[in-house]
């Protein structure tokens, strides 16, 4: 299935991308819709013909525990609703500890990288499987950005894909922006993980900006497409014609008219590096042509039938995960998150400063996520939000959501006696009781209770 040019949805901007021309078909965070109705947005543009597909971002399939049925019944869910030709995640992992390691779960609120070892690949395999098998329509996955490697990996970026592929018929998204972060960050060469992974498996492919400080790339996808990140989607398009590309834009929208610009930025890249035999309109309507050989690109994955992208090799026979290897990669994912979220030491053989620069990374993104989930918080405690928040995070690891942690914050504020000002404080206690709910209550809550009354009596 050709999809063509897309453009990453989202509610800040969903008027200028129902008004975009040439757009195929979007992409949406599957966590951020609801799965029994749509926005109008998407309904609209669904009318229009223009293809919706999830994009998940918090089952953690790299992570040591095998996926949560809950969280892939509710990608199922969203995926039907949709009527997808494909759902889409993500190479990572986004929480660690629990019972496999008999410790607090941890949430880092964030993709990190798996290690590129045999251990973590027969995890992620099984656990690909296991998400195969929950969806009703073929399952991508996507290389992530890292700011840090880990020690004694034994395969490259391309090679660990191309494993993966074989093993499980999965299809691959390869963000290009996030091969250029991990050439500057980590030195690892996206022409090299290009000529060694399955091009043939790509379902489609992710453009977005970000921003270099102090020699660290960010992928912050609230930038322009740099020059850099559009070189590599030229490699990539000398290697294969990819049945989708899309602009991906999570914060700091720009004007439709700069979005239509990087769209048309895209579209001359596609253009340029294409072979000169192959050149024609990428667009859905226009370039359905079928693999290289003439055959219908819309085949299955081995497993199912599907159109959501050219389908790979049927995969190798399952192997059960040997035994500890659960273990071993979840006492090792544990100390590396513990590190970066807790302030535990540092495992051994990791960069030190890097881990510092992903700690801090960790905590602004939890700062901003929490904002945007709880804006009354900034409102209420103004100039000071940030570095309150900062200092609460420090010491506090994230066990559940950002709603969790908006609420933990609010409480952990109101019993060190803040805010100073007392209208400010009523709010913020106020805010909290209202969202609290309805639950025993632990010493911290008879304490904010308390100063709830002592407050209301003035």
């Not at 998204?173 to 000529?195: C, E, Y």
């Not at 590599?232 to 602009?247: F, N």
């Not at 026979?317 to 290897?325: D, I, K, Q, R, S």
């Not at 405690?381 to 933990?408: H, T």
């Amino acid at each position: 299935m050709e999809l063509g040019i897309g453009i990453g949805w989202r509610p800040e901007i969903a008027d200028e991308v129902e008004a975009l021309t040439g757009v195929d078909w979007v992409e949406a965070v599957a966590e951020n819709l609801c799965a029994d109705h749509l926005p109008d947005s998407l309904v609209r543009l669904r009318e229009r013909g223009v293809r919706v597909v999830p994009h998940g971002v918090a089952l953690g399939l790299g992570g040591a525990d095998r996926p949560d049925p809950v969280r892939l019944a509710s990608l199922a869910a969203r995926a039907e609703l949709l009527g997808t030709p494909l759902v889409t995640e993500h190479i990572a992992f986004v929480r660690a500890g629990g019972p496999l390691t008999a410790s607090p779960r941890l949430e880092a609120g964030h993709l990190l990288p798996v290690p590129r070892t045999w251990d973590a690949l027969d995890v992620l395999c099984e656990n690909v499987r296991i998400a195969q098998d929950s969806l009703p329509v073929p399952l991508a996955l996507e290389n992530i950005a890292a700011l840090i490697t880990w020690p004694d990996e034994e395969l490259t970026e391309g090679q660990f894909l191309a494993e993966l592929v074989e093993r499980t018929g999965v299809r691959l998204l390869i963000d290009v922006a996030n091969l250029h972060t991990n050439h500057v960050n980590l030195g690892q060469d996206p022409a090299k993980a290009l000529d060694e992974l399955p091009v043939e498996a790509i379902a489609y492919v992710h453009v977005a900006g970000g921003v270099e400080k102090n020699g660290v790339w960010h992928d912050t996808h609230a930038h322009p497409v740099s020059e850099p990140v559009l070189e590599v989607l030229a490699e990539l398009r000398s290697r294969v014609d990819p049945p989708g590309v899309l602009l991906e834009r999570d914060d700091a929208f720009p004007p439709a008219a700069e979005l239509a610009g990087e769209l048309d930025a895209i579209r001359a890249t596609l253009r340029r590096a294409a072979p000169p035999a192959e050149l024609r309109p990428l667009t859905r309507d226009t370039a359905h042509h079928g693999d290289r050989d003439g055959s219908d690109a819309g085949g299955g994955d081995g497993n199912r039938g599907g159109d959501g992208g050219r389908a790979p090799a049927a995969p190798a026979p399952a192997a059960p995960v040997p035994a500890g290897t659960r273990d071993r990669t979840a006492v090792a994912q544990t100390a590396l998150l513990s590190a970066l979220v807790a302030g535990t030491p540092a495992p051994e053989g990791f960069d030190h400063r890097r881990l510092r620069v992903q700690s801090r990374a960790l905590a602004a993104k939890r700062a901003d996520v929490v904002a945007k989930v709880a804006p009354e918080l900034p409102e209420i405690l103004g100039d000071g939000y940030r570095a309150a928040f900062l200092a609460y995070a420090g010491g506090r690891p994230m066990s559940g959501g950002y709603r969790r942690d908006a609420l933990d914050f609010a409480e952990h504020v109101l019993i060190a006696g803040g805010p100073a000002d007392p209208v400010a404080r009523r709010r913020l206690t106020y805010w909290w009781q209202d969202r609290s709910g309805a639950r025993p209550p632990r010493r911290a809550t008879r304490l904010v209770r308390a100063a709830r009354a002592v407050l209301v009596g003035k």
